[in-house]
C-alpha cells in the first residue's frame, strides 16, 4: 500500500477502505510511515472528517497495535469513567473508591495534565508514597485488595495512540472528533472494562466549547463503545465555571477527602453521586447501596483509605503546602455573575499546578481555593480567591490570567445546568 494514496484520498474528502486503515495505523505504528506523513492524513481527517465506519475502523486498528487487559478473573463487575477534563475536576478520587464500596471494581487507567486541566495522576501523586506506575499484576492485587485502582496506561496499551497523540499535540491536530473519540475510546476498550461512563465537559473550561459539538463527541464515543461490547452512556456536563472549590494537585486531594468524608462542595458531591449510579447501572449492578449512603457510612473512606496504601502511599500523611498565598478582593458588593473556568485554569497553571511540556514537573501545592461560586454574594473588599505559588513571582502573570474572568453585578447570569444531558 502507498501512504500517499492514503493521504491524497483523505485530503480529497474521500472515504478510507478498512484496509487503507489498518494498514496505516500498523505501518506508523513501526515506524514503516513517517511522523510528517502521518501528520498530513491527522490534518487531512481534522478538515474533512470520517465517518462512523471509518471511525470504528480507525479505533479498532488502535485497540490491535498493543494489549488489550482482561478482568475475566474478577469475581464482580467492572466499571470505568472518563472525563474529557476540565478544571477542578477531581471527581475520579471520591468517585474510584466510592463505586467499589458499592460492590463493583473500578480498574480505572489515567493521565496527567497538559496545559489548563489538571490530571488525575499528577493529584494523587501529591500524596507521599503513591504510585501511578503499576505492572498488570499489581493492578490486579490493588484491585482485589481495594476494589478500585488508579493508575497509569502502560507502554503496551494503545501504542499507536500514545504515539499519534503526541503527533497531534504539536501539529495542530487535537481538535478534531474523529481522533478525539478514537484515541479516548481505544485506550478504553483495551482497558477491558465492561461497562463505561463518559463525563462529556462543555464550555470555556472543556475541550468542548458548545454543547453541539460535546454532544457530537458523546454520540461518537458511546457508538464505539456500544459496537466494541462495553455498555457506554454519556453525561454532558457544565465546565463553563470550575468544579469545585480547589483547583491544583494536593488542594483538589483535600477536596476529595472531604467529599469522601461526606462533606466537600455541593456540585461535586452531586456530580461525583450522579456519576456513581451511572457506573454502578451500567455495570449491572444498581439497587444495592446507595452511593450517598456509602459518602455518608464510611465505607467510601476506607475503600479510598485501601487503594491509596495499596499503591504506596500513606492516607495520613500531611499534603504538600505551597510557601506563599495571596488574595484577590471582590471588587464590588453583589452576586458573582461569572467565574469562567478556562481563566482560573490558565491561573491554577502559571502557578505552578500545571506543566506546558510533558517532562516538567508540577508544583503539587500550587493552584486556587474559590472562596465564592457563581450566584453566591460577596462584598466589597472580602477575598473571592486565595492563590498559592511556591515563588511568589508566579502571582503577577496569574492575577493576569484572572483579568476579566469574574464578575460581580446584580443578578445571577445564565449558568450551564451541572448535568446538561445524557446520552
Ligand atoms: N484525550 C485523549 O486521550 N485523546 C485525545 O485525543 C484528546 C483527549
Not at 153 to 180: C, F, H, M, Q, W
Not at 327 to 354: E, H, I, K, N, Q
Not at 386 to 391: K, N, R, V, W
Amino acid at each position: 500500500m502507498d501512504v500517499i494514496e492514503v493521504i491524497v484520498a483523505k485530503r480529497d474528502s474521500g472515504e478510507l477502505s478498512t484496509g487503507q486503515i489498518d494498514w496505516v495505523i500498523d505501518a506508523y505504528t513501526r515506524g514503516v510511515v513517517a511522523d510528517e506523513q502521518m501528520s498530513s492524513l491527522a490534518m487531512a481527517i481534522l478538515l474533512n472528517g470520517m465517518n462512523r465506519r471509518e471511525i470504528a475502523d480507525w479505533t479498532q486498528a488502535m485497540i490491535r497495535s498493543g494489549e488489550r487487559m482482561d478482568w475475566s478473573a474478577l469475581d464482580r463487575p467492572t466499571a470505568d469513567k472518563h472525563s474529557t477534563g476540565g478544571v477542578g475536576d477531581k471527581i475520579t478520587l471520591p468517585l474510584a473508591p466510592l463505586v467499589a464500596a458499592c460492590g463493583a471494581y473500578v480498574p480505572q487507567l489515567s493521565g496527567r495534565g497538559l496545559g489548563h486541566t489538571g490530571g488525575t495522576l499528577d493529584k494523587l501523586e501529591s500524596i507521599p508514597g503513591w504510585r501511578a506506575s503499576l505492572s498488570n499484576d499489581e493492578m490486579l492485587a490493588v484491585l482485589r485488595e481495594a476494589g478500585a485502582v488508579v493508575c497509569a496506561a502502560g507502554s503496551g496499551l494503545a501504542p499507536a495512540d500514545k504515539k499519534l497523540y503526541a503527533l497531534r499535540d504539536v501539529t495542530g491536530t487535537v481538535e478534531s472528533i474523529p481522533l478525539i473519540a478514537s484515541s479516548i475510546m481505544s485506550k478504553k476498550i483495551a482497558e477491558g472494562t465492561g461497562s463505561l461512563v463518559l463525563d462529556v465537559k462543555v464550555g470555556s473550561g472543556a475541550f468542548m466549547k458548545t454543547v453541539e459539538r460535546a454532544r457530537e463527541l458523546a454520540e461518537t464515543m458511546v457508538a464505539l463503545g456500544t459496537d466494541a461490547g462495553v455498555r457506554t452512556v454519556a453525561l454532558l456536563t457544565a465546565m463553563d465555571r470550575p468544579l469545585g472549590r480547589a483547583v491544583g494537585n494536593a488542594l483538589e486531594v483535600e477536596e476529595s477527602v472531604e467529599v469522601l468524608a461526606g462533606g466537600g462542595p455541593s456540585d461535586v458531591v452531586e456530580l461525583t453521586v450522579r456519576l456513581a449510579r451511572e457506573m454502578l447501572e451500567a455495570a449491572g449492578i444498581a439497587g444495592g447501596k446507595d452511593p450517598a449512603e456509602a459518602l455518608k457510612d464510611g465505607s467510601a473512606m476506607d475503600a479510598w483509605r485501601r487503594m491509596i496504601a495499596a499503591q504506596g502511599g500513606d492516607p495520613d500523611a500531611p499534603l504538600p503546602r505551597a510557601a506563599e498565598t495571596t488574595t484577590v478582593a471582590a471588587p464590588a458588593s453583589g452576586v458573582l455573575t461569572r467565574l469562567d473556568a478556562y481563566a482560573v485554569g490558565l491561573a491554577a497553571w502559571r502557578l505552578g499546578a500545571g506543566r506546558a511540556r510533558k517532562e516538567d514537573p508540577v508544583s503539587f501545592g500550587a493552584g486556587i481555593v474559590l472562596h465564592a461560586k457563581p450566584g453566591d454574594e460577596v462584598r466589597a473588599g472580602e477575598p473571592l480567591m486565595t492563590l498559592h505559588a511556591d515563588e511568589p513571582e508566579r502571582f503577577g502573570r496569574a492575577l493576569a490570567a484572572l483579568e476579566g474572568g469574574y464578575e460581580v453585578g446584580a443578578a445571577g447570569q445564565d449558568l450551564l445546568p451541572l448535568v446538561i444531558d445524557r446520552i
